[in-house]
């Protein structure tokens, strides 16, 4: 786990306890608040996962470049 899906986890359960106090307190702003923030944690921290596997599959164009070199030497 990265920082990036530690800090779309985190901003999911930030956007959680914003919706429970916006139903705490009857206001309906703060629960649309909340929603989205879980909604972009969400996003963030799967982004962040997929970053991971696509650099994992695929060599950095470094590598690429030096593996290149060597096997025309």
């Given amino acids: 786990m990265n ?3 530690i800090h ?3 901003r999911e359960m930030k956007g959680w306890a914003l919706e429970s106090w916006g139903k705490v ?8 608040a909340g929603r989205r923030e ?5 996003l963030e921290a ?3 996962e997929s970053r991971r596997i ?14 290149r070199r060597a096997a025309s030497r």
């Fill in 25 to 32: 307190t009857h206001d309906p702003w703060m629960r649309i």
């Fill in 8 to 10: 779309g986890h985190l």
């Fill in 46 to 48: 799967s982004l962040a």
């Fill in 54 to 67: 696509a650099e994992s599959s695929f060599p950095t164009a470094r590598a690429a470049a030096t593996e």
């Fill in 3 to 5: 920082s990036d899906q």
């Fill in 38 to 42: 879980r909604l972009l944690g969400r």
